[in-house]
């Protein structure tokens, strides 16, 4: 069954950066446009961040100037860059891609930033 596959979560002081990547369990099928989403305790998931194919990029506000989405297609893979993170920015990140025209889902992966 192909799947998205997530890592790069973990602790981080405010103010710190982490990476998260985001890569397809096989290189067969190509994925679509990349979207990552995130969903802190006891809210709704919202969208982070979005690549298409092409490179198009899109953020929503919280991150913008923050964060950066990027991908590289020869290895079938999405990433975060999540600088200057902030306390609320803890939440387990999701990314999420067509694969052969279904939407897949990474498992999540938790990212905490505390002193």
């Known amino acids: 069954q192909v799947r998205l596959v997530e890592s790069g979560g973990g602790l981080v002081q405010p103010g710190g950066s982490l990476r998260l990547s985001c890569a397809a369990s096989?290189?067969?099928?190509?994925?679509?446009?990349m979207t990552w989403y995130r969903q802190a305790p006891g809210k709704e998931r919202e969208l982070v961040a979005q690549i298409t194919t092409g490179g198009t990029t899109n953020y929503s506000d919280s991150v913008k100037g923050r964060f950066t989405i990027s991908r590289d297609n020869a290895k079938n893979a999405g990433y975060l860059q999540m600088n200057s993170l902030k306390p609320e920015d803890t939440a387990v990140y999701y990314c999420n891609a067509p694969i052969l025209g279904v939407g897949r889902w990474g498992q999540g992966t938790q990212v905490t930033v505390s002193s």
């Open positions: 096989t290189n067969i099928f190509r994925i679509g446009t």
